[in-house]
């Protein structure tokens, strides 16, 4: 083909065209790496957020778990001098030990009573075995923990998901603009090759350039 | 040489038609922006992983924080179980005695009553805590272990969220440098570029100069990122993270235990966690904080030795840790308190000069830690024999203190009269001249805020110490309760501050001392109960020397010592 022959203006105007629809995909591409970046910049935030709120809450709930079982620890401790005093109470025939033991019973039940009075009776149970009662600091946890998931968010596994996703996607989608930038560098080379050499490199770039447009739009869809 | 043969070599010469420079930069620029989109991809990986490691810094930043709130609540809620059950145990004790001293038999079984229910309600109370449970209580001996439990529930799992934060801040930063470097050497790219567009707007030696530069430059940063993404990053190794939190459990054990006496337990504690920082060591041979921790579990474990307590140093050990300190700062962590303890390990292993610079350069990174280097400082130069010039740096330390108060003082302070009390046995010159002056400096500092005491003009007796039916002894016998002190004071003036300090086989017992104002005349007598505030108390005082000080307006006035078998 000579320089100046009609097929090789042809050429020239096609390696031109495509030169200029090369840059177009990778700008559209680099708009779709911006996206995506975005987004996990916007998943990282959330999960932290969520990181920061089931912190606070574990702090919180730890406090009140604390001052429940404190209390209730109290409550006890009232309750079985009580119970054993009452015991004593019992096997006692002497009407003036017997009152002492009745006055001491009667001030123990009163401070248990009180103690018990700053404990959430929700969470007291009954051992089936022993018949002791005892304050379930599981079943307290767990249930403040659900409750405080209904108005916050407290898992940030799904955030930190959603963004290392998106952050799968920006990685992958520049390493496909070196697709076209390979297509771009082969364009180029052919712009100023010899006729023969310039269709040459011209056909080994069309195959660069759909490949990296298959490979961003899956991406675009799969990730 | 023929004309023929020098006729090739000229063709070779022959410059290039400015038809194939067009080419060439065009090749150049086509190449340059394909690098700069190498470099860009590589920018991109590299900024998501720093991301990636940051966040996740953060997260274990903040559920570290929240992990140890929820420990500490933990801590005070068994620590008040242990209140609970030691105030059961009184009451047993009480009992008990009231049932042996009982005139009569019914009045005796009244007291077994209460004795029983207290032992039930004891059981009970155990089974609330896990403080009151093995391994952190002893059945045989009642000893509820509260800094162990202390160590395992707060300090072992905030050091691993702590370390383990670091760590990822270390990844995340060393992703970060390599992101801002693809960045500049993108920058720099568009200059190579801008040269090659340059070039192709001229003719001659310029262009063929701006060509040529733009070509190294393009050649130069395609060759340092090669190098910087090649260049491994710091991997977090789990295993030596944990066997470095380990570590400081034992090593906070053993801080904690030294002071009061238990140096055999000190100096077990302090081998373990060199054991620890051994093996977390070679998981991670770049572990700098690591090599810190050696060096003063080296430290800790040379100091709380036998042959420490008998007056000789061992050498080797504090050779070593210094060069652990050393290796600590060669890998970057280096800091006032590194060197501070630098300073102290090369003195003991013989290094004096160096001990002295390692200082000077702990006091010129954190001068606001004036106090504790300066009295470490003091203590290198005494044990070099310069008396004078430990006692001009304690000087400036004491000041240095009374004008920038700390909530630490006290404890430096207690600390440094520790280290000094220690010394004795080393028979150092002007020792026990430094050692007043820092007892002096710290009743004064911590009791009215001054660096230097009043002068003394108060004069008074030797105490005298007595048993309960007032027999003045020096020794007591292993029951005893308390002891009374007196001591005869001429010239007190009124309004004066007394400070008593007591201490039991050299180390300080606070909850024996005592601070009051002088409200009686300038001739008068002191007395004090040592023991309990009332004296009427089932506890006993403990076996050992006891020692007590009187300090008036922070001047030591008085010295006593009496013996409990």
Known sequence: ?223 | MSPAGAEPRRAARAPLSDDAWKRLLVLFIAATAFLSAVIGLLEVDAGARAAIYNREARAAGMRAVAKNSAAVVRVVYERERLAAYQALATEWLIENAAASAASSASAAELHVDSVRRLATLMDATRSTSTLLSPPYFDEDTYFADTIQFNVDYVVVPATLASEVDAARQLQGSSWNGKRELHAVCLTVIAVALFLFGLASTLRGPLRRSFAVVGMTLSTALAVLVLATAARPSPKMVDAALKSYADAVGDLTYAAYVGPLGQSETAAARAVKAIEGTTAAIDAWPEYAAAFELRGQARLIAAEESALAQSGEWPAAAFAAAAADFGRAIALGRDSGSLEDLLAWALFCAGSAEEAVAASQRALALSPEQRLRFGLRLALIRLGSGDSEGALREVEAALLYAEEHPLGSNAVTLREAVRALRRLAPLGWSGRETIERRVKEGAVSLIHHGKATPQPLTARLSAPVFADADGKARITFPSDTHAVRMHIGATDLATGASLVGVVTRDGIEQPALGWSETWTGSATGSIDRLIGAPSGLTIFHLAHGEYQVEVYVDGALANVGTFRVE
């Open chain 1, 1 to 223: 083909m000579a320089p100046d022959s009609e097929g090789h203006v042809r050429l020239k105007i096609a390696i031109g065209i495509l030169v200029a629809t090369t840059t177009v995909l990778g700008a559209l591409v680099g708009w779709r790496i911006a996206v995506a970046s975005g987004e996990a910049g916007a998943g990282d935030s959330r999960g932290l957020q969520a990181v920061q709120q089931a912190a606070n809450a574990g702090t919180s709930i730890s406090t009140f778990l604390s001052t429940n079982l404190s209390f209730f620890a109290e409550y006890q401790e009232h309750a079985d001098r009580a119970a054993l005093v009452e015991r004593a109470l019992a096997r006692e025939a002497d009407p003036q030990r017997r009152q002492a033991l009745e006055a001491e019973a009667l001030r123990e039940r009163s401070l248990a009573a009180a103690a018990r009075g700053y404990v959430n009776a929700d969470y007291i149970a009954v051992d089936p075995e022993s018949g002791a009662e005892y304050f379930d600091g599981n079943r307290f946890w767990d249930a403040q923990w659900a409750e405080t998931a209904v108005t916050e968010d407290l898992n940030p596994v799904p955030s930190f998901a959603r963004a290392d996703q998106a952050r799968t996607r920006a990685r992958a989608l520049t390493g496909v603009t070196l697709g076209f930038s390979i297509a771009l560098f082969l364009l180029s080379a052919a712009s100023v090759a010899s006729p023969r050499r310039m269709r040459v490199l011209a056909a080994l770039a069309v195959p660069c350039i759909v490949a990296a447009c298959i490979a961003a739009g899956l991406l675009e869809v799969l990730l």
